[in-house]
Structure formats: C-alpha cells, structure tokens
C-alpha cells in the first residue's frame, strides 16, 4: 500500500513517472486527472498484470466442467491422467499448485469452458496496483507529494 510518508514510496512513484519504464504514456505536464488515469485504471494499464485467487484443487475443481474431460477431441487419457494426478498430489484442497497453473490451462483447448472459469477468476490490475500493492489509489496529493519531494 503507498505510503505518502514513506520516501521510498514517494521516489518510486517519481521515479515510476519521470522515466516511465514500462511505456504507460505518462506526461508531468499533462492534466493531473489524467496521470491518475493512468496509474489507477486498470484499463490504461499496458503491462496487463493480472490477479486472482491462488490456484489450489479447490479452485480447479470449482472451474473444472466435466464434459472438457471426455477423452475425444484434444483432451487425451494421458492429460485426464495429468489432471487427476495433481489433484492426488496434494494434501488438501487448499495446497498452493500456482506452479502449475499455466501447464493445467493448457491441456485444454483455448476456448474450454474450463480455461474460460479460470480465466475469469483473474482480473487487471492498474499499474498502482503493481507498484504498491492490490487495491491502491493514488489521489492527487500523493503525486504531488511524489513529484516535489
């Protein structure tokens, strides 16, 4: 969470703006509005990190839809057996596999109902957000802060 007290906060929201690393637009001369714009709405945010609940068997059984694992089509016994496998590796439900979330997405076709539920337990975050912690807003203030310190 930003910290307006806090100068390592303040020089990395500076330093976040002054050099724009990751190409977000920012202009010090523009209107304040529209800075904060682009560090708080998620939308302007061009890196397109996501966040979302940690992947544990829980949450792949509650995206998991029965008919992606018929064996037909791309789904092979070999990757039922991968599914059912990390799911009898763990010791409970609740375990962290996040390591393997990218390899569960994609034994299923892009457009699986199941890669979609996953999919969707993600949301963007804004670029305040990525510097200083889930549910930052910058205000006004606190760029001002940043900027004269």
Same mark, same amino acid.
């Not at 609740?94 to 949301?123: C, G, H, M, Q």
């Not at 760029?143 to 310190?149: H, P, T």
């Given at each position: 969470?930003?910290?307006?007290?806090?100068?390592? !906060?303040?020089? %990395?929201?500076?330093?976040?703006?002054?050099? !724009?690393?990751?190409?977000?637009?920012?202009?010090? @001369? %523009?209107?304040?509005?529209?800075?904060?714009?682009?560090? @708080?709405?998620?939308?302007? @945010?061009?890196? =397109?990190?996501?966040?979302?609940?940690? $992947?544990?068997?829980?949450?792949?059984?509650?995206?998991?839809?029965?008919? !992606?694992?018929?064996?037909? =089509?791309?789904?092979?016994? =070999?990757?039922?057996?991968w599914v059912?496998?990390?799911?009898?590796?763990?010791?409970?439900?609740? !375990? #962290?596999?996040?390591?393997?979330?990218?390899?569960?997405?994609?034994? $299923?076709? %892009?457009?699986?109902?199941?890669?979609?539920?996953? @999919?969707?337990?993600?949301?963007?975050?804004?670029?305040?957000?990525?510097?200083?912690?889930? #549910?930052?807003?910058?205000?006004?203030q606190d760029?001002?802060? %940043?900027?004269?310190?």
């Open positions: 969470m930003f910290d307006v007290t806090d100068p390592a !906060d303040l020089l %990395a929201l500076k330093t976040e703006v002054n050099t !724009d690393p990751i190409g977000m637009g920012y202009d010090v @001369n %523009a209107n304040v509005t529209t800075l904060m714009r682009l560090l @708080n709405d998620p939308a302007n @945010n061009v890196g =397109g990190e996501t966040t979302g609940q940690t $992947f544990t068997p829980r949450l792949m059984l509650d995206v998991l839809e029965p008919n !992606d694992l018929t064996v037909g =089509g791309q789904f092979t016994e =070999g990757e039922q057996t059912r496998l990390l799911m009898e590796s763990t010791a409970s439900l609740d !375990d #962290d596999i996040e390591a393997y979330r990218a390899k569960f997405i994609s034994v $299923f076709p %892009a457009n699986a109902p199941t890669v979609t539920n996953l @999919n969707a337990r993600l949301r963007t975050l804004s670029r305040a957000e990525v510097l200083f912690g889930e #549910d930052t807003v910058l205000s006004n760029w001002f802060a %940043a900027r004269d310190s």
